[in-house]
Structures are given as C-alpha cells and as structure tokens.
C-alpha cells in the first residue's frame, strides 16, 4: 500500500484525480461510496445526476464523470471557435485551480437530427459571455465547468404525415433557424418544422446522451433538468409548461431593470411566477454543490440567478462567489415597486463579489441595499447582518478583439465590402443594429436623422443609414405594446424615404429585419463612417464595442471608403455614436455620447461625426480603440477572479 500512495514525481500540481498514484490504487469493482446508504427520492437523484441503468446498457450508477486531464482536451481556438487551442496565458501549462459558472442556460446551440441524435454547435461570436467561457477553457489556467439550465425543449414535426416524436430544442415556434443570446433562455435548431406541444417526455436514455455530449464539449457543461417532483418517473423526465422558469426573472425582474413596470395582477400569479423562480435557483445550487469542492470558485451570471448565490452561501458558508449582472440595475425607487425585493437584494448579497457594468448601476444597487434592507452600503462595499463585507466592483464586459478581427478580416467578408460599397455607392453610410423593441430606441434613431436630414440638406442622396435587429423581439415583452412599436417604426421609415427619398429609386433608410449573415454584418461595420446606438437602455452594447474594433485596420485596408482628400488612401476609422443610458458608453468617454431623447442634439452628433476632420476622427479613434483593447474580454474574467482570490 506504501508504493501504492507515494506520490510519483512530477504530478504534485495535479489534482488526486489526475494523478497516477491516486488512480492506479485497486479498489473494489461496482461499488460506490454510497452503495449502502439509503437511496435518494427520483427528485433528488434528477438533480444530482443519477439515473437508472436502462434495458440492455451496462450498469450505470451517476452521470457524473470525471474530468479528463486537460492535457487530453478537445480544445478550439478562441478566435474561431476551432483549431488548436492558443499556449495558455503567464505559461502555465497545467491547471491551478476550478472555477464553476452558473449561467441560464448552456453555451452550446443544441440540435436533434433526424437520426434521433444530440448534436452541439458554437453559438457564434456574439456573446461576451461565451467569450468568457472560451478563454476560461482553453487559455486561461483553470479548471472550467459551466452549470446551466437546458433550455426550453419542444416536440418537433418535420411533416404533416410524422407523428412528432423528436425532442428539439428551441426557444418558440420554429420555422428555420432562430439564435439569441446566452441568457434569453434561447436555443438553436436546424430543422424545419411546426411546434405541437409544450409537454414531451425525456428517457433517460436521451438525457444521458445530452449529458456526455455537455460534459466532454471543449467548454464543458453540465446541464439542468427543471421538472415538478412528480414528473419524474421510473423511465425518465416529463416536461411542461418549460416558459415558466423563466417567468419571474423576464416578466419581473428585466421589466424593472429597464425602467418598465408590469401592472399587477391578483397576486397569485406573482406568487407562481416567483414559487418557480425560487426552485430554479435551488436546482442550480443543488447541481454546483454536487460538483463543488472545497477551494472552488463560483461565477454566477445574471438576473436569471440572483438567488443562487445567498443558497449557496447558505449551504457552503466558505464557499467563494461572484455575481456578475451584464443588466442595467435601477435606481432603488423603482426597486422598491419589485415583488419580492428583499428576497432579490439578499440573494445578490450572498455573493463575496457583487460586479456592475457602470459605476451608477453599483451606486443604485447601494442605495437600495440601505433604503430597502437598512444596511451601511457604499458603491464599493456592503456590510450583511452576518458581519461580511459584500466587496462591489464596477466591471465593464469586454469582448474579444483578437476573435472579432479574425473574424473580420477575411477573403469572403472583404468579398461582401465590395458588393455593398456598389450598392450604396460614396454615400456615407451610418449603421445601426438594436433590438427590435422599444428598448432598442430605433424610433428614436429614426426621428433624429430625419431630423438631420431637415436640417443638413447637403447630405440628402449622400447619406444613408442602415438598420438591422440584433436579435429577435423578446418574448417578455408585452404584444400589443411591441406591436404598435413596430408599427412606429415602419411609419417612420416609410415617411423619411418619402420625404428624402429620389426619383432614382434611392432610400436614405434601409431597414433589415432579418438576421444577417456574419460576412454582412462584419462588412458593414467595416464600411460604415459612423455607427449610431440610441438604446433607451442596455447593460452593454457589444456592437458598438466590435465596431470600433472593426475599424481598427492596417493602412493598406481600403474598404473603398473616401476621406475626401486626394491621397486615395489611409482610410480614416468611423466613429462610435452611442446612447447614454447604455452601460457600454460610462467607459468609452472618448467615444461621441447622445441622449435619444434629445432628437436635435443626435442630429447634430451625426453631421458631426460625418464631417469630422481625418485627424480628429484618428485622435479619437486611438482613445476608444486603446480602452476596448485594453478592457478586453481577458481582463475582465482576470479581474474579477483577482477580486475574488
């Protein structure tokens, strides 16, 4: 036994599981350290991961698995989401440490094909979370697992003569291909087909098969099964009604973040809305103390999860946690009017780190904590009842330059500059992509360069302004409100190209309300001379952050832009024009701030940003391009595990 437990040279940095003289010690085949012990009820063994072996498969006992070294990793370029994975960062070669991140739901884009198999996808680039996610598992030195929900899934027909027996996720009813971001509670299929209900049944067989293809994904997941107690049966898991997890933080939470207030109802539903709410949260605590071990870093991401970290607390005093919310946080008058807010400012504070995307929405979050919970609370730190100091940071997200550049600079996006620059011709051409809903502010874009149009008459037929949606209207918000939005804004766009338009046939408005391609979008904010962003309020704009990083190139990149000189070179770089009241513009101060409401004033940011001198827009283009760079996705992952170690 003594040769069995000494340790073999050179493996001290590994953990026990990795290491030789740990797992070549003989133990007894099939048993388990909790062989003999009572078994757990069919709820308690869906949240931690244990299914019954099924007719015909080897004895199964967990899904849980353990994690193969790192050196044997299937890794992906951050870059590009494949390839090689890049040296990791300070060289280190091993892992120090684990990190676990809650997030909603799971990174990957999940898709059943007609085999009647799981397969995973990269959701794309548009994600500073996923970023974060790519730079925790393939540079930096951690050991990384994400715990994350599964996501909305939904029966699938793909002809009116199938019966539908396949289990597809999605988000709603499909028809194609529909993509959001990570924390919308949104998946991806590939398939075509029409929703037939919002009940289906999962075997555990399926389960186990989405479960091994999550946790040996190069960003490895372990996924989450929210069910009712009673759904879950000797064969497997029944789901339904799978919208209402997400209920209260959507229809309650994000409403009030950004400054809307839903009209009560009787209180009952309330009550439902936050009973599920509160049994999500504990799902995920269930899942990450199963997977904790002591030493262990917990990154928990958004509203989604706001109580996650006091349970957590709760149930591992010294466990050490973050909380990081990626949306706006109100001032605490509107807080006051949250249902449940007590309960929602102290599952925030049982984190060890409490991050923001600007310094006013740490301040807002202190005032409450004094205001609602009576607590001593400044920007910077929050003192419990409990005697802890709640550290607060002000923590900008980043993206990853290095990935956008790649991603932009390539043969078949510099193909896409030379179709649009014929289409659009020397125009200057502003280029905005937002949210269709009210919360994106294009009506207010739309109002401002009309106005800009009114009042700079040289500009018409020289100036264009193209605007396409970032993602597809979010379902929390309220129909008929969004309808007469949308209605709005199509007035409004058919009134300027009216108004302004020409004989020719040109239209000083092009307005995109379906996804681009990547190639189109990386093109536009290539060619376009100013990007505008009137959001009426956001955590971060990730566009405006790509395209100041898109116009970042070499002097010999020519889009085919004119500077109006006579050189025929050294383009000079666009300028960011962007909303206030998004969380992006508090660290970009060199960037050209507007308040949308202010309709003359953006009119006039326009023409400023479009008559610009070349070296004023290569002065200021320096400054901004300097903190996006500098800010970038790595320094914001570094930082926040800094704060808390």
């Given at each position: ?309 006091a349970i957590l607390r709760q149930r591992k005093p010294d466990m050490r946690v973050s909380f990081y919310l990626a ?125 800009f149009l009114e009042t700079h008459p040289e500009w018409k037929d020289k100036a264009v302004l193209v605007q396409t ?130 309709v003359a004033g953006v009119a006039e940011r326009i023409n400023e940003a479009l008559t610009m001198s070349p070296e ?30």
């Amino acid at each position: 036994m003594a040769d069995h437990k000494a340790e073999t040279p050179g493996e001290s940095h590994l953990p026990p599981q990795e290491r030789k003289s740990v797992t070549n010690v003989p133990v007894t085949p099939d048993i388990r350290k909790d062989t003999y012990n009572d078994q757990p009820s069919k709820a308690e063994r869906l949240r931690q991961g244990y299914f019954p072996p099924q007719p015909g498969t080897a004895k199964q006992h967990t899904i849980r698995q353990t994690a193969a070294p790192s050196s044997q990793k299937q890794k992906r370029n951050l870059k590009t989401g494949h390839g090689a994975s890049p040296p990791l960062r300070n060289g280190a070669d091993q892992t120090h440490r684990r990190v676990i991140s809650a997030t909603f739901t799971v990174p990957q884009l999940l898709q059943y094909d007609r085999d009647g198999q799981w397969k995973l996808e990269d959701r794309g680039h548009r994600s500073t979370l996923l970023n974060s996610f790519a730079y925790l598992s393939y540079e930096c030195p951690v050991d990384h697992t994400v715990v994350a929900w599964t996501g909305k899934i939904v029966q699938v027909s793909r002809d009116a003569s199938q019966s539908p027996k396949t289990a597809s996720p999605t988000d709603a009813q499909l028809s194609g291909t529909a993509t959001t971001g990570v924390g919308f509670g949104a998946v991806q299929v590939k398939i075509d087909g029409e929703t037939t209900s919002d009940e289906l049944f999962i075997s555990y067989r399926e389960a186990e098969q989405l479960r091994q293809l999550l946790y040996n994904d190069p960003v490895r997941t372990l996924p989450i099964w929210l069910t009712d107690d009673t759904d879950v049966t000797a064969d497997g898991i029944k789901l339904e009604r799978q919208s209402r997890w997400r209920a209260f933080a959507e229809h309650d939470m994000f409403a009030l973040f950004h400054y809307k207030q839903r009209t009560p109802t009787a209180g009952r539903q309330e009550d439902e809305r936050w009973n599920d709410y509160r049994r999500m949260n504990e799902a995920f605590a269930d899942k990450i103390c199963d997977e904790y071990q002591p030493g262990d870093i917990v990154m928990v991401h958004d509203y989604h999860l706001a109580l996650l970290p006091a349970i957590l607390r709760q149930r591992k005093p010294d466990m050490r946690v973050s909380f990081y919310l990626a949306s706006p946080f109100p001032t605490s008058e509107l807080v006051r009017c949250l249902h449940r807010r007590k309960e929602v400012l102290e599952g925030m504070l049982g984190g060890d780190v409490i991050a923001f995307q600007a310094r006013h929405y740490a301040q807002h979050f202190a005032n409450s904590c004094a205001r609602i919970l009576g607590l001593d609370a400044t920007c910077e730190r929050v003192a419990t009842p409990q005697g802890r100091a709640v550290t607060i940071a002000i923590l900008p997200q980043g993206i990853d330059v290095a990935s956008v550049t790649a991603l932009a600079f390539t043969p078949a996006v510099d193909a896409k500059c030379v179709e649009l620059r014929a289409l659009y011709g020397n125009r200057k051409l502003i280029f905005g992509c937002d949210p269709p809903d009210s919360l994106g502010g294009v009506d207010k874009k739309l109002q401002a360069f009309a106005r800009f149009l009114e009042t700079h008459p040289e500009w018409k037929d020289k100036a264009v302004l193209v605007q396409t949606s970032s993602r597809p209207a979010a379902e929390r918000a309220n129909e008929d409100d969004e309808a007469k939005y949308t209605n709005k804004v199509n007035s409004l766009v058919a009134s300027i190209n009216q108004v302004h338009g020409s004989l020719g046939g040109f239209a000083p408005v092009s307005m995109h309300s379906q996804n681009l391609s990547c190639e189109e979008y990386f093109a536009l904010l290539r060619l376009a001379d100013a990007a505008l962003i009137t959001s009426a309020r956001e955590g971060m704009s990730i566009t405006g952050l790509e395209y100041v990083a898109c116009q970042q190139r070499d002097d010999k990149v020519n889009d085919g832009k004119d500077d109006g000189g006579d050189d025929g070179g050294d383009v000079p770089p666009g300028q960011l024009i962007i909303s206030e009241f998004s969380g992006t513009a508090s660290s970009l101060a060199e960037a050209l701030h507007i308040n949308p409401w202010d309709v003359a004033g953006v009119a006039e940011r326009i023409n400023e940003a479009l008559t610009m001198s070349p070296e004023r827009r290569r002065e200021l283009h320096r400054a901004v391009y300097g903190r996006v760079r500098e800010r970038d996705v790595r320094y914001w992952v570094d930082d926040l595990l800094r704060l808390l170690e």
